[in-house]
């Protein structure tokens, strides 16, 4: 009876290993492809300049097109779906503001809110989705692109 009680054990645990391993990759999955953007808020005012931009996702890299298709910012891109809330970091290797942002994220259907540190780097990650005056956050809704 332990022989098989063990055997139990060890099939338990590696089928919540694997289903703990694939996790990462169904949520980064969740979010391939490109996104624009449609709302933004800086230190509580509206941030129209970022209204336009595309973000897109290809495996765990990541890439900010400005409205005329110009590269602003790419790299790694790395998430933790199953933070509260979701956490994500983008690791900006490109021209401007180089060096990680940290994040979380909410996706909903075709909907995805970001609220992130990209302003101010030295600040810890949002706990919330809320850029208000000072906080040294950027949040911003995309919408997935047709």
């Known amino acids: ?82 933070a509260k809330p979701a956490a994500i970091d983008f690791e900006n290797t490109e021209k401007d503001l180089k060096g990680m942002w940290k994040g979380i994220y909410a996706l909903k259907g075709d909907t995805l809110s970001i609220c992130d540190n990209a302003p101010n780097m030295g600040k810890d990650r949002p706990a919330t989705f809320e850029a208000r005056s000072g906080s040294g956050y950027v949040c911003v809704t995309f919408l997935r692109a047709k």
């Open 1 to 82: 009876m332990r022989r098989l009680t063990a055997a139990m054990c060890w099939l338990i645990f590696g089928t919540v290993f694997v289903l703990a391993c694939a996790q990462p990759a169904s949520a980064q999955a969740a979010l391939e492809g490109a996104w624009t953007a449609t709302r933004a808020e800086r230190d509580g005012k509206a941030a129209n300049e970022l209204v336009g931009h595309r973000l897109s996702f290809t495996g765990n890299r990541f890439e900010i097109q400005s409205k005329d298709g110009k590269t602003l910012y790419a790299g790694p891109v790395r998430i933790d779906a199953g």
